[in-house]
């Protein structure tokens, strides 16, 4: 059985930082399955903050978020600085997902794939 787990979120206020880790268990945690940090806001659209292996950021997270991995672990990252109020959502890592339908919410019946149950992400002014 596939799982994905993420852990990290939390209270913040802008400016500060929250790292997201998510725990894959039943693939193997390697370049034949795409990994891809997601987030949904208050607007319900799931929007592509980070994809691991092309190293690709949104133009919201770039310079300011930074993906990486610990294959010994198989956990994906998402370390968040300088954290905006913009930046509260509900945070996911998906495997092998869609970043289509583009205004869909996230979640397995979107986009297919794989998905965590999220990590919400609150940050205060």
């Known amino acids: 059985e596939v799982r994905l787990e993420e852990s990290g979120g939390g209270s913040v206020q802008a400016g500060g930082s929250l790292r997201l880790s998510c725990t894959v268990s039943?693939?193997?945690?390697?370049?034949?399955?795409?990994m891809e940090w997601y987030r949904q806001g208050p607007g319900n659209e799931c929007e592509l903050v980070s994809a691991?292996?092309?190293?690709y950021y949104s133009e919201s997270a770039k310079g300011r978020f930074t993906i990486s991995q610990d294959n010994a672990r198989s956990t994906m990252y998402l370390q968040m600085n300088s954290l905006k109020t913009e930046d509260t959502a509900v945070y996911y890592c998906?495997?092998?997902?869609?970043?289509?339908?583009?205004?869909?919410?996230?979640?397995?019946?979107?986009?297919?794939?794989?998905w965590g149950q999220g990590t919400q992400v609150i940050v205060s002014s």
């Open positions: 039943g693939f193997t945690f390697d370049e034949a399955h795409t």
């Open positions: 998906a495997a092998d997902a869609s970043t289509e339908p583009r205004h869909s919410p996230c979640g397995r019946q979107y986009r297919g794939g794989y």
């Open positions: 691991l292996h092309s190293r």
